[in-house]
């Protein structure tokens, strides 16, 4: 099975190892934690909270924060910003019906509707000696949301739906010579409301996007007549493997080229195909007895597991 891999960012170098090998990164694209069905591209995002009394404004900012950072992402958002809930409680929640929800998805031709059902903002201070002249202050906020998550099939249209609910928390902290003082410092209760809005929103957003985290890989260097290294750098990966593949002089050069052809598959997106390109590896050097051969066993077998652990997310 191939799993989607972005391309490397390419950068050779050597390295002063015992089994002399040439260091790259890749950049490793994980999925996002609200995966949406392929089909949906506009996205809908609803105000469905009741306000908070103290701060009328606050599921608006949620709402536009997110949008803001879903910008340049694959989805194009719009945000409806009149609430659709009726209870007046802000502890009642008043959840759409699949009819409404409908509804809002035939009216704004959205593939999916991100409901914010609830929205409660809650910053608390404390202020305490830390020293006989130092005070130390801390205002905590929690941002609590509730979601719900509309989108349609698209084979058979039924409308499917999810609930969504998250506590995201940011601090601010300050140290002076006075209690006041480093209270002072802080915002104030609006300001942190106003920051903690924003954040859900921009928290909900970063659940909705892949991540990428850059991660390094190695390369064997198998001499200067390696054609594998001189596909490789080419970004002419098949080729590479070709060449990795045909019969090496002996059992070290042909488990370090298989280490490579793994490398090459995982940059393809092809991680069984890595996997098993680790497998001829380690069974080559199986039949070697340096010190040097050993390491790199376990250096094989420990990068294999890491493509192992990322097959089975």
Not at 7 to 29: F, G, K, N, S
Not at 178 to 191: G, H, K, M, W, Y
Request: charged share 20%; hydrophobic share 40%; proline share 3%.
């Amino acid at each position: 099975m191939a799993h989607p891999q972005s391309l490397i960012i390419l950068l050779l170098a050597a390295m002063p190892l015992c089994a002399q090998q040439w260091h790259t990164t890749v950049d490793i694209v994980h999925p996002a934690e609200v995966t949406l069905p392929e089909s949906v591209g506009e996205l809908l995002l609803v105000n469905n909270a009741v306000a908070h009394p103290d701060y009328p404004s606050g599921a608006f900012f949620t709402l536009m924060a997110a949008a803001e950072s879903l910008e340049g992402s694959e989805f194009l958002t719009s945000v409806l910003e009149t609430s659709q809930n009726s209870s007046g409680s802000l502890y009642r929640k008043q959840l759409l019906t699949a009819d409404r929800a409908d509804s809002l998805l035939i009216n704004y031709q959205s593939d999916a509707l991100l409901v914010l059902n609830q929205l409660i903002v809650h910053p608390a201070t404390e202020c305490f000696a830390i020293d006989d002249e130092t005070f130390y202050a801390c205002t905590q906020g929690v941002a609590a949301t509730h979601w719900t998550l509309f989108f349609r099939d698209a084979q058979d249209g039924a409308l499917h739906t999810r609930t969504l609910v998250y506590a995201d928390t940011l601090y601010w902290e300050s140290e002076e010579v006075s209690c006041a003082a480093a209270v002072q410092t802080l915002p104030s209760t609006d300001e942190a409301r106003s920051e903690m809005c924003l954040y859900a929103g921009e928290r909900l957003a970063q659940r909705l996007m892949p991540s990428v985290e850059t991660e390094d890989r190695y390369l064997y260097d198998l001499g200067k007549t390696d054609q594998g290294m001189y596909c490789f750098v080419r970004q002419q990966w098949q080729q590479a493997i070709d060449a990795w593949s045909q019969p090496q002089r002996d059992k070290k050069t042909e488990a370090y080229a298989a280490a490579n052809c793994a490398v090459t598959y995982e940059l393809l997106g092809d991680l069984d195909a890595a996997c098993a390109a680790c497998d001829r590896a380690l069974n080559a050097l199986t039949s070697l007895r340096s010190a040097d051969a050993r390491q790199q066993a376990v250096n094989i077998r420990y990068y294999q597991e890491h493509l192992r652990g990322r097959m089975a997310r």
